[in-house]
């Protein structure tokens, strides 16, 4: 039994995914993508938490130990009802567990690095210990990845074209976006990200929002390839409708952003851009997941 958790396959295998043969390395490549963005689907709000931030500093380092313990077992639970991986055949939860804690921990280490929140002058023992609380998080996002986003109804969407599916798509896209991040466009954090970020760092982050609005529909192929397959006007591309999603989350974001009066008119754009970039970060999540689930 062992050894056959622990056989290789080379990276050039091809492996059977429905009617197709897909090269293995594809095929792995795509259930770690699935796992990184369904990690930053659970986990990016409280990534935005400053109580979060707090409490690492705060626990000793030995619950931290514990939690981390307890939290590799509730991946495997999760794994064994869930995953991250298309296909159950090729799961073994445990090494999945496993798994799941490191994406997670990449996951939490790239967005704890655009808001900020680790910088070289941060102790390394308390960069630890942040990551190790956020990772749990995220390692829980990273083993429900398969499930934690539907895939919508394929055959009403089927029925629609053109110009439809581009409304249908811009709606539920917009709609994602306001849910997702109405518990975060309230607080403060936002605008003390925005104030403690660099110039780089903003770019930086547009940049990622842009990629992940890409990764997570089309290359961490959460929706189905009926769903995909439908071209609007508009939207009739990858990389089109990732733009047009990211603008969405743009303009919630400015929305949300003067509904709690942080932003209006007269709020010069060298202080409002930053502020919504920022927040798009996060509404970006919900314009991705409101495709795919509306």
């Given at each position: 039994?062992?050894?056959?958790?622990?056989?290789?396959?080379t990276?050039?295998?091809?492996?059977?995914?429905?009617?197709?043969?897909r090269?293995?390395?594809?095929?792995?490549?795509?259930?770690?993508?699935?796992?990184?963005c369904g990690?930053?689907?659970?986990a990016?709000?409280?990534h935005?938490?400053?109580?979060?931030?707090?409490?690492?500093?705060?626990?000793?380092?030995w619950?931290?130990?514990?939690?981390?313990?307890?939290?590799?077992?509730?991946?495997?639970?999760y794994?064994?009802?869930?995953?991250?991986?298309h296909?159950?055949?090729?799961?073994?939860?445990?090494?999945?567990?496993?798994?799941?804690?490191?994406?997670?921990l990449?996951?939490?280490?790239?967005t704890?690095?655009?808001?900020?929140?680790?910088?070289?002058?941060?102790?390394?023992?308390?960069?630890?210990?942040?990551?190790?609380?956020?990772?749990?998080?995220?390692?829980?996002?990273a083993?429900?990845?398969?499930?934690?986003?539907?895939g919508?109804?394929?055959?009403?969407?089927e029925?629609?074209?053109?110009y439809?599916?581009?409304?249908?798509?811009?709606?539920?896209?917009?709609?994602?976006?306001?849910l997702y991040?109405?518990?975060?466009?309230?607080?403060?954090?936002?605008?003390?990200?925005?104030?403690?970020?660099?110039?780089?760092q903003?770019?930086?982050i547009?940049?990622?929002?842009?990629?992940?609005?890409?990764?997570?529909?089309?290359?961490?192929?959460?929706?189905?390839?009926?769903?995909?397959?439908?071209?609007?006007?508009?939207?009739?591309?990858?990389?089109?409708?990732?733009?047009?999603?990211?603008?969405?989350?743009?303009?919630?974001?400015?929305?949300?952003?003067?509904?709690?009066?942080?932003?209006?008119?007269?709020?010069?754009?060298?202080v409002?851009?930053?502020?919504?970039?920022?927040?798009?970060?996060?509404?970006?999540m919900?314009?991705?997941?409101?495709?795919?689930?509306?």
């Amino acid at each position: 039994m062992l050894l056959s958790l622990l056989s290789i396959s080379t990276l050039d295998t091809f492996i059977q995914e429905g009617e197709k043969n897909r090269l293995l390395y594809r095929v792995e490549m795509t259930d770690a993508l699935r796992a990184f963005c369904g990690a930053l689907f659970v986990a990016l709000p409280l990534h935005m938490t400053a109580e979060m931030w707090e409490r690492a500093r705060a626990i000793p380092s030995w619950d931290i130990a514990i939690v981390l313990v307890l939290a590799f077992f509730a991946n495997v639970g999760y794994n064994s009802v869930s995953g991250f991986k298309h296909h159950k055949s090729r799961s073994s939860i445990w090494f999945d567990a496993v798994s799941c804690l490191g994406i997670g921990l990449v996951a939490s280490l790239l967005t704890m690095l655009l808001i900020d929140q680790i910088t070289i002058q941060i102790p390394f023992p308390i960069v630890l210990k942040l990551l190790a609380l956020q990772s749990v998080l995220t390692g829980f996002g990273a083993s429900l990845a398969k499930n934690q986003l539907g895939g919508g109804d394929a055959g009403e969407e089927e029925e629609i074209s053109g110009y439809a599916v581009d409304y249908k798509r811009f709606l539920s896209g917009s709609l994602g976006a306001l849910l997702y991040s109405l518990n975060i466009a309230p607080t403060i954090e936002t605008i003390q990200i925005s104030s403690s970020i660099n110039g780089f760092q903003l770019i930086v982050i547009v940049l990622y929002s842009l990629l992940l609005s890409y990764l997570f529909v089309f290359v961490a192929n959460f929706s189905t390839k009926s769903s995909l397959a439908k071209k609007g006007r508009i939207m009739d591309s990858a990389w089109s409708e990732s733009l047009i999603s990211y603008l969405i989350a743009l303009l919630v974001s400015a929305g949300l952003l003067w509904l709690f009066g942080y932003i209006d008119l007269a709020t010069p754009l060298s202080v409002s851009l930053p502020w919504i970039a920022v927040l798009g970060y996060v509404t970006t999540m919900g314009s991705s997941a409101g495709r795919l689930i509306f």
